[in-house]
């Protein structure tokens, strides 16, 4: 369904003048006088991780800052919508952008939000790319406008399970989350995995707004494990990860891409954190030499803001440009810009973007990292690495 639906309240050939007035600059139509504009819609403040956020929509701003200054025959115009990462927000939002007559989306950030919105979105016929949306559900209801620049969870858990099983070699392993959409289905599946390879897991839930884990603590003291899987984000993982330092438990605590932020080490404490390690679909916070668009990326990131780009900054960056990729090529309809992006295929600077039929990501690897001095480490594919 088309987004310049009109209410006729006057009369009945008013009404149809300004309906066909509408729709002669609305999503269908040529788009010659029609604003192309980006949106961001996801987390950018409160208490659901804004950090990943804001380096997604930095990464977007980069992308659309460096056209425009190309000086194209039509510069691009850049909204921020603040979903907070919260499902029950990200509708009014996501209704702002929509009634704006955005032209593309980058976004929503998290699966809870998505599952809620992208149906909108996809009513709307506004194409949409998350950077880091990972639940696997995601990509099994027929969206057509619908994309991700990331490996979904059942690639991840899997990876990740085989990880702390076949390269850390795990007898014993306890499974929590922090109860979130997103959290929930990676470490379901870490559980089936590493119960597929002959290990009895245990599993248990945290509130990431508690201050108190002393429940779980105990359950992991108790249980002894070889192993920790946490799903879920920083703010929460942090604590979790300080008290179980704290409380005795050496075991390896293994994370995964909504922990991967320097805020995981600042919150549990560099000592708690050391040796932590964290998966994720993403490379570039410690870049191979084999791209150097990479490195250019990360000079001009840093120059813009005055910070290192984090996790996610360059899957912002490389949705961007994919999109910005179709209205080079002239398509300005939400519908032309869909339909290019059902074709695009180019080296970005976070992995190759090419999407497959159902607007999953075509590259699967799982990449992991480990805290090593107070810092994160990138370690290589997860398939082939040896933590330190």
């Known amino acids: ?189 870490v559980f089936s995995a590493v119960q597929a390879q002959g290990v009895t897991p245990q599993r248990d839930k945290i509130d990431p707004k508690a201050t108190d884990y002393s429940s779980t603590v105990n359950k992991v003291k ?10 879920g984000y920083y703010n929460g993982g942090d604590k979790l990860l300080k008290q179980l330092r704290d409380g005795q438990v050496t075991a390896k605590f293994v994370s995964d891409d909504g922990a991967l932020d320097q805020k995981l080490i600042d919150g549990a404490g560099t000592k708690q954190a050391e040796g932590a390690l964290v998966s994720c679909a993403c490379q570039s916070i410690n870049p191979t030499a084999e791209n150097p668009a990479v490195a250019k990326f990360i000079n001009d990131y840093k120059a813009a803001f005055h910070k290192d780009q984090g996790t996610y900054s360059a899957e912002g960056y490389d949705a961007t440009n994919a999109i910005l990729a179709a209205f080079k090529a002239g398509k300005t309809t939400t519908k032309d810009v869909n339909d290019y992006l059902k074709t695009v295929n180019f080296q970005g600077v976070s992995k190759p973007v090419k999407f497959e039929a159902n607007g999953e990501i075509q590259v699967k690897t799982i990449y992991m990292f480990q805290v090593v001095d107070g810092k994160l480490k990138f370690l290589g594919d997860a398939a082939k690495v040896k933590p330190e």
């Open 222 to 231: 108790a249980f002894k494990p070889d192993a920790i899987f946490f799903g």
């Open 1 to 189: 369904m088309r987004r310049n639906r009109m209410r006729l309240t006057g009369a009945i050939a008013l009404g149809a003048a300004v309906a066909l007035g509408a729709a002669a600059c609305g999503s269908g139509d040529s788009g010659g006088g029609k604003d192309l504009t980006i949106a961001y819609i996801g987390v950018q403040t409160g208490d659901n991780s804004p950090e990943l956020g804001i380096n997604i929509s930095n990464g977007v701003k980069l992308a659309i800052d460096q056209y425009n200054a190309t000086n194209p025959k039509k510069k691009v115009k850049f909204k921020i919508y603040d979903t907070k990462g919260d499902p029950a927000v990200a509708p009014g939002q996501v209704q702002k952008a929509i009634d704006d007559d955005v032209t593309a989306v980058v976004g929503p950030v998290f699966s809870g939000e998505s599952k809620a919105t992208v149906p909108s979105l996809e009513e709307a016929e506004i194409p949409n790319i998350s950077p880091s949306a990972t639940s696997t559900a995601l990509g099994k209801n027929g969206w057509k406008f619908w994309h991700r620049l990331i490996s979904n969870d059942d690639a991840q858990g899997q990876v990740d399970g085989d990880f702390i099983v076949k390269t850390l070699g795990a007898k014993k392993v306890f499974v929590i989350d922090d109860n979130q959409e997103y959290s929930v289905g990676l470490a379901d599946k």
